[in-house]
Structures are given as C-alpha cells and as structure tokens.
C-alpha cells in the first residue's frame, strides 16, 4: 500500500523518519528538550446555550442519533479511550454505528485499543475506518506492521495525546467517552456504577478540545453526578446504552503479583536499589505501573519503607490494592492516579479524597507549565528491548511487530530515576540488544536497568553509581550482562526482517517524530 | 474626558449603546438568545515544560519578580478575584507593584472589587491604571460615574466574564491568584488556611486562559495541596507573602439574618410562594444569595420543606450556613457553590464531597454546552429598581450613580423561575419605577417580584400566575404596588439628572451591550 510520507530523513536520534504522516508535515526529532514549540492552544467552537436544552437534559435516544447529530461525516476523526480496557464495548459500538450509518474514512482516535476491539479489522477492510492513530496492543498492532492499514500509524504517549489535541495537531471531531455514571447534562465518573473503572482522565483532553462530545452510560444518575470528572458544560449529549462493558475486563478483581522467582528476584533489587540510592527518604514519591514485577515491588518497598519509618509525599498510580494499603497505612500522603487498575483502586478513588484521579494535563503533557511526572523520585518501567546506550523500545519486538502502545512510559521518563525493570531474555530471546528495533525513550533519560542478572547504571548518571557504591547491590555493566545472556542462549537475537516501508511512526512527548516503525513482510 | 465610543445605537431593548469600547467594536445587545457567536474559544499560548522547573517548584522571590518575569508592560491587562472579598490585599498589592515598576496605563480587569481596592483611584490618578473592567463596588464605582476614569468602565456578570476571556474579548497578559493554601507547583485551594475562603472558582478562567498566571499565597503546602482548584498545570510563578488578606474581612464569622419586619415578611413571602407554586417538590433546587432577605428565607423554606417531607437535589450557593444546615439534615443532596460566605460554608466545602466548588464556567458561562444557572427552579435575587415591565437594575441607584457589579445575577435569570425580592422603598426612594435608570436584565426574564405590599407575577408567566390562583398569597399588580407605595412617599423619584456621555457600559451573558452607564455630574 501506497502512503505519502514526503521523504525519510535522518532526526537527532539517528533514526530515520518519514517528513509527512497522514497528510501533516511533521517535525522530526530534535533532541530531548531540543524542540520549542510556538503558537497557540486549539480553540474549540464557541458554543451557546441558546442551542443546548435549558433543563441540562442532554440525552438523545441512541448513539447513532448523538453521532448524526454531531455531524460525523466521511473523513472526520472519532476518539474514544481506554478506561475499560479488554472490557469496553463503546468504541466498537460506536464505530459500528458509523459504519451503519455509511460513514467512510474515519481516522479512529482511541487512547489505546486492545484485543477486544479487533473487529476494527473488519472497518478497515470496509472502509468505515481509514486508519487508527493511537496504540495498537495485540492483534490490531499486527494488522499495521503487516502494511494493510491505509494510513500510517502514529504512536503517542498518554501526555503525546494530550499534546497532540490541545495543539491542535489532532483535530478531534466527535469524542465518545464510555462513562460508568453520568448524569442527563453530561457530568461523568468513573468512580462508581457497574462498569466503574476509576479515573476517566484518558477522556478528558478529548472533552475539552473535540467539536462534539457524547458520553455513554449505563449508569443515568440524577443531576448533579458527583464527582465529576468529565464535565457536563463540555458535552454536547448523553446516551444511555444497557452496558458499556463486561466488568470482569474493565479491572481485576484483584491484581496478582507475579510468582516467577526471576521476576521477584527482579523486583526485590529494585527496591533495594531504591532504597539504597537514598532515593527513599521522607517526602519522596515514585510510580509504578501494574505489570507483574511492578506489582511485587510495591509491597517490597513498603516494607522497607515501614521499617525506616519513611512516608512518601506522593505516589502514582497506575493504582492496585498495593498502592491503596500504603495510603490507607499512611506510607503515602497521596495517591495521584492516572489509570486504576482493581476493585481496590476503585474503591479507594470513590472514598478517599487523597486518592485523587488524575489526567494526561497534570501527570504527562510535555507541552503545559510543567507537570507530575518531572517531580517523580523514581518511576519502575518495563520495555521490550534496551540497548548499550539504554536506549529502549517497547512498541514492537525484535521480531519488528508493533505488539504495544507507549502509554504513560515516554512522559515517565522524566522522572528523577527512571529505572527499567526487565527479565534479561523472554522466550530465549535476549532483551539487551545492540541497537533496538523501535527507539521509545532516549537512553539519556533512562538511568537504570535491573535484571535479574544485576543492575546497570547508566554511565551519565555518576551520581548514583558513587551513592550505591559499597552497597551489596549486584551492581554490573550492561555490557557485562548482555554477553552473559549471550553466551547462555547461544548469541544475539536475529536482526528482524524489515522492509523500508513505514507503517507508522513513534512520535516523542513533544510532537517530533522519534522512529519509524516498518512493515515486516509476512505479519 | 473623551472617550472614543464610535456612535451610540439604539439596541433591542431600546437602549443607547457605544459601538466602540476601550478600542473594540461592540455588538448592541440583540433580545434575548438572539446572538449567535461564532469562531473559536481563546487559545493560550503553548508552553513547554523544558521551560519550567523539572522539580516542580516555580516559587520566585516577591510578586516584583513574578510580574517581571511575567512581562508585565504598559497598556497590558492585569486580572485579579474577590474571593478575599473586602480583606483582599493581594490586588492592591499586584498593583502598587507594578506601578512602582514603571508600569503605565493597566487595564485592570478584577472579578469585582470592594471598597478596600479605593487606592485605586489614585492609581488611576498617577497613570499606572488606565481603567477597569469589572464589578465597581462603592468608591470606584463613583469615581467611573465622575468621568475621571480614562477607559470605559465593562460591566460583566460572573458567566460574561467567562465569556469574554474564553472568547477572546478579553487577553489576560497577567492574572494574579490570591490562595488561601497552595503548593510550589501552584495547585491552589481556597478551602483551608488561615485565609480560607472556600471556592476559588472566580480565578478559574484566568488560570487557563491567561498568557501568564501568578499564584500568591501565604500558606505554601507540600506538593499536592489536596484538593487543589487551581491547577498548577496552569500556573507559571508562585509567590509567598506574610498575609493575604485580613480573615475578619474575607468571610463572615457567622452571617446575620435579618431583623427588619418587612424584610422578614419579604422572605415568608418568598418561600411561601416557591411552596404554594409547587416549585417546592421532591428533587427540586434553588439558589439564594447572602443579602439579608435571601438568608432569612433559606430557613423559612428549609422548615418548610421539612414539613412536607421534602428533599432537594441540590442548592446553589452562595454557601453559608444555613445551606450547610440543610445539607448536613439531609434537606439537599447537594450544595454546588460559586463562593463562600462564612465560615461554617467554608468548613463544609473542605470536610463535605457533596458540597462542591463550582466556577462561572459550570454555572453561568452563556457561551457553554448548557451551563446550571438554567437548571434552577427558582432563585432569590435582589435589585436596585425595577419597573413596570419587570426590568430590573443592579448597577446604579435612582441617583444614576455606579455602586454595584452585577455578580452572578444576570446569570441568574435564566433560571426556571426568577424571583426579585424588594423592599418596596429604601430610604424613602420608590424601588419600582417606571423606567430603569440603568437595564441589566430584561424584563421576560423576570417571572415574580415579591415585596412587602405583596408579590407581582409577571403576566408572561400565565403559569405561574393559574398555579397560585386560590392561595392565600397577596397577588397584585406591579403597578398597583408602585402606586401605593407613590401615594405613600409623594410621588415617583426624581429622574436623575445624566449627562450623555458614556463612563461604562453594561454587557450582557452574550457579550453583546445591554445598556450604557452615563456620567453623573457632580458624583
């Protein structure tokens, strides 16, 4: 397939990118902190509320009804996010809609998709849907490395999303945001209701910024739905539908740490790490997602977090039960939460005021008068592939496929100590590579990787190598434990075999265009 | 001193109207809901992270550092809020600096000012402020009304300050937040400190609209000040000074109903009517503000609706604690509160979830998707006159002389069922008239004037008018009361004596001009 991309050149990163996605002309990257940006905010329509009822009353009788009369036409871009995750029945429901309607060429802005919205394949193939900007986990993620998707893919982060709207770089015509309670004039939670699912904050870009926005619900309250987090005053109309998701894939039951005992060896060393480094010391923060060795780091780290009589100022979520123990503890004075993860996260953002929901605006947005993620002490992250410069991926695998989306993991990089916490090899495939195959994160913000093997300091960062020096940290070189796994599986990973043809590309949290990700024949 | 305000034109409502204010053109006020805006919302500039601290802390060393920093320069437009109300002292100060800057001819545009900010004047005087656009309480009031101001005086409702500043009407160069609690990132709460003050929802707009954003507290919190109202996110310096504003000024210790007989009467009659209408049901909501006769009738009606077994859905504040009252007895679901009048409000704004800061943009932005002002099913105003066809004022007195801003009160009337109480006369000056000395909101929207001598139901309102029908209530004419009350004290007031020039106009929630303040010789 065919795409304009103006012509490949060569960005900071040494990587080559494409100079036109998607009809845009793009910047390419410049350097961490290299790229100013200028002019202003998108302006969304002035609305009026001669044109809205006077009783708030917002709802209309079905969703192809809200999306006529928000004017979705051919060509135009639909949003919709990733609160209910392998659960949501929205997005599809609302693309199907579409395709109903005879709508042709949308561009599908979700905040992430997953496995459960693999029909879209099907909308593509139709033609309802021309291309996905945003992440594409599993199958659909395969269905663009295979180069049948029309137009290119584009990467961003959580806080890139954000950036990307209020710059106006993605124009959202019509947003729909699944709400697990609204009420008729529009105000959302996701804090309650049978699909509750906690922070809707992926949402709230979109609500803001999009000409047209219809909320979702199968939980109608009265006015006024407290808390709201999506705000009625932003929303154009409600729809109520019997369900907007199976409960059993919006959150865990309970999140399960991991028993392999390389991964808890793994987390183990983190905290230790953590605590060694003196990173962990009253007041401080840090932030870990809910993969498994994340998980089993947190109770760790309370632990010694207990025993040294340390309290955290704050910490993020990703939430899970285990971050929810430590604020009901009081080893953190706050949970600020981007995404929940179990029933334990949702039950602590209804009742707690300090476990506060948060978005890509304060958390992520590289282009806002700062944010959370640069005041983080230390964020624990995981990645596909990291080579000797700590560069890392976590798109694709060395396979080349696109398998992942970025989410929060570019806007976390920012934080004081950014440590990788990775398996040294997964299928007998080592993850220390010589260069990686998709650049995610640039490695001069990446400062540490812990293996199971031992733990990599990044060379630039002296400071933490002297502070852990004499400790009984296993601490080692990257190098060193990239020609263990070597000799132990027989060599590096094969390279994968790419062609030269862009399928779509990893935007960095300022806009530019970090990599290209390239079709691999036969996916 | 002459102002250009290109021609004067006779609007919808038959009023005389500059076309040209402080160097914009104006649209003359159309009818209601007959201007239809168009264009976009005020898109700030975009800013980067890599120019704000990485650690999160923007506190700067005094507000002279900030406004310099800031850029503050001649002919910008400085903004400041009342929620300090008459204890403010942060404005004064944001002023006097810049003027001992250098800086020439501000246009110092205020949420509402009170009789603290007098030295204005002779800011004005010395050339450091060029005018001001906003709510002139008391002596600056009178000084517009000399004609000694330089610019026109901008008369907004709450909602049309949200308007203009999300419009693009106004550019804020430079808003200066006072914060009874706020955290070196700048996120901002009114709810506690020693100069708590409850909502901070006034300086919201500028927060997010302006191109630089001042945070000035005396009460600097760890990193995140929960909950915050003001997002930091938005906030580019913060500033800690030894004291904000005096605690005695900024809210009431209590506030004292009143003991008048006839005011009294007023607010029995108020409440009386709202039960006997059959506004008074399951569900229903209002809102009343903090002058005497709003307070006493929030009892009345509470006792009322306890009598009937009836539970609100919510109230709109204004907060005190006769609202509070009702909540915390389960007499409403719900207090959603645009500021915070005593102490007892300000307690439960900080310990109760259901008692929510709200901002001119949930309640009264005219140019949203709805806003909460229309969802009320009756609300308590006051007014200086008003006259035979229920137009009312709130600006001037009888006299023609500025004294009042406007507040949220031409918001207010798009309420389901407006209500004006009035004494009949004050200080033995007729209230209604047969012309409003200055129109501030049209007559349609004024359903019921209750005053001592008996309640007046605006013929439109035929409704209303069969639903009382068989009351006990004394339903008369506006007229019939006006002549009894002429006859009472002599005949009509005298016309005040006005010149023709223009010192302020009066915007109405669309931005269009609904009236024209004329200087008053010898004020």
């Known amino acids: 397939m065919k795409r304009e991309i103006g012509e490949l050149v060569t960005n ?19 350097g961490v902190g290299g790229y100013e940006p200028r002019g202003s905010k998108h302006g969304p329509p002035i609305r009026s509320c001669r044109d809205y009822p006077a009783d708030g009353d917002k709802r209309v009788a079905g969703l192809r009804e809200a999306l006529e009369r928000a004017g979705l036409a051919d060509g135009m871009t639909l949003s919709t996010h990733h609160h209910l995750r392998n659960g949501d029945r929205v997005a599809l429901y609302a ?3 579409a395709a109903d309607m005879g709508v042709r060429d949308l561009m599908w802005f979700p905040s992430a998709s997953f496995p459960c919205h693999e029909p879209v394949i099907g909308l593509m193939q139709r033609g309802a849907v021309h291309h996905i900007e945003g992440s594409m986990n599993g199958p659909l993620g395969r269905y663009c490395s295979s180069g049948r998707m029309r137009g290119l893919g584009v990467l961003r982060s959580h806080g890139g999303r954000w950036q990307a709207i209020q710059d106006g770089e993605v124009h959202v015509d019509v947003a729909v945001i699944a709400a697990p309670a609204a009420d008729p004039f529009g105000n959302a939670t996701g804090a309650f ?15 803001i ?12 309250v009265p006015f006024p739905c407290l808390p709201w987090q999506i705000q009625g ?13 199976d409960p059993a894939k919006i959150v865990s039951g309970t999140t399960q740490i991991t028993r392999s005992p390389d991964r808890l060896r793994i987390a183990e060393l983190v905290a230790r790490f953590i605590r060694d480094a003196g990173i962990m010391r009253d007041g401080f923060s840090f932030q870990a997602g809910a993969g498994g060795i994340a998980l089993a780091f947190v109770p760790i780290l309370a632990r010694m977090m207990r025993e040294a009589g340390v309290v955290a100022g704050f910490v993020r979520g990703g939430s899970t039960k285990y971050l929810v123990e430590m604020l009901e503890q009081g080893l953190t004075r706050a949970i600020l939460d981007g995404q929940t993860f179990d029933l334990e996260g949702v039950r602590s953002i209804r009742e707690n005021p300090r476990h506060v929901p948060t978005s890509p605006f304060t958390s992520y947005n590289w282009h806002g008068k700062g944010n959370f993620a640069s005041m983080v002490d230390a964020v624990v992250l995981g990645a596909t592939e990291v080579d000797l410069h700590f560069n890392a991926n976590v798109v694709t695998h060395s396979d080349g496929v696109l398998l992942h989306g970025i989410g929060g993991w570019q806007n976390c990089l920012a934080a004081r100590c950014t440590i990788l916490a990775l398996p040294s090899f997964r299928d007998r495939i080592p993850v220390i590579v010589d260069e990686v195959t998709t650049l995610c994160g640039p490695g001069e913000l990446i400062d540490v990787v812990v293996t199971e093997r031992g733990i990599a300091i990044n060379p ?15 601490i080692r070189s990257l190098e060193e434990i990239k020609h263990e796994v070597e000799r132990l599986l027989g060599g590096p990973p094969d390279r994968p075999e790419l062609s030269d043809e862009p399928v779509a590309v ?9 990599d290209t990700v390239w079709r691999v024949p036969g996916a």
Chains 1, 2 share one sequence.
């Open 193 to 207: 209701g049978p699909s509750a699912c906690g922070s809707l904050g992926f949402a709230l870009a979109d609500s």
């Open 209 to 220: 910024y999009a000409d047209r926005v219809i909320v979702v619900t199968d939980n109608i």
């Open 12 to 30: 900071a990163a040494e990587r080559r990118v494409p100079t036109l996605v998607n009809g845009r002309r793009q910047v390419p990257f410049r």
């Open 233 to 245: 005053n932003n929303v154009d109309y409600v729809v109520e539908v019997e369900s907007i998701g």
């Open 95 to 97: 693309l199907e809609t």
């Open 460 to 474: 630039r960062r002296q400071d933490l190598l002297e502070r852990v020096r004499g400790s009984d940290l296993p």
């Open 506 to 514: 990893v935007k960095w949290v300022d806009g530019t265009v970090l």
